[in-house]
């Protein structure tokens, strides 16, 4: 069974500063990973995501994550922290086959940005 | 372009009685799932169909049932509302296994 961890449940930053958001995963098989953002009252909108293709992953809004095997990361991170960005991250990981595949979120990071 | 749409949007139910929260999808896809949301649990999936004809039990099945009544829609049942099951219920969708899932606005649900 494949699991997420999300170190720190909420994150602060100033604005302009870099957003560092940590994931570790747990899979029995090649994962795909994701980073799913949530606004106020507002469903989950996908940030990026990780097939097996390239390690380093750009996303929308600037985002980008690194998808490092040996490390079992997935951090997501953002040069420059804009007041927008605030928000609730989740990172979530599906398995490759079989039974393998539902989505499995960790528990969220919430992220404030600071004037 | 709709994408998952959910409805009711809010709803507050007195314990024992029943409801049914549906969801429809636009975009052909062949898997559907439920998920609740929770305040420091993230999201916990009740059941999924990964495609038309066939669900199976997530995390959290207890409570709850579902019908995948077709390719767009997959509805959740609570049959008698317990105040446990107060929360915030997300439908998604993707279009086959191992895609990204695509999400609805939410339904928040308030058991008395």
């Known amino acids: 069974a494949q699991s997420v961890t999300q170190l720190g449940s909420h994150v602060s930053v100033s604005e302009g500063a870099l957003v560092l958001l940590r994931c570790n995963y747990s899979s029995s098989v090649p994962p795909y990973l994701f980073w799913y953002v949530q606004y106020p009252n507002q469903g989950l909108q996908l940030l990026l995501k990780?097939?097996?293709?390239?390690?380093l992953v750009k996303g929308i809004n600037g985002f980008e994550a690194e998808f490092k095997k040996s490390e079992t990361s997935f951090h997501l991170t953002k040069p420059s922290a804009h007041m927008s960005d605030a928000a609730e991250y989740f990172c979530a990981v599906r398995g490759s086959g079989g039974s393998n595949y539902k989505l499995t979120f960790g528990k969220g990071t919430l992220l404030t940005v600071n004037p | 372009n709709a994408g998952v749409t959910q409805t009711p949007k809010f709803q507050v139910l007195k314990t024992g009685q029943s409801m049914t929260l549906q969801c429809a999808q636009d975009m052909n896809h062949n898997s559907m799932y439920w998920y609740r949301q929770d305040p420091g649990m993230g999201l916990r999936l009740i059941y999924y169909s990964a495609s038309e004809g066939t669900t199976d039990k997530g995390e959290v099945p207890n409570g709850y049932n579902v019908s995948r009544l077709n390719k767009r829609e997959f509805s959740l049942r609570l049959e008698s509302a317990a105040p446990s099951q107060t929360s915030v219920y997300f439908c998604a969708s993707s279009e086959i296994l191992n895609t990204e899932a695509f999400f609805g606005q939410g339904t928040r649900l308030t058991v008395v």
């Open positions: 990780y097939t097996s293709a390239a390690t």
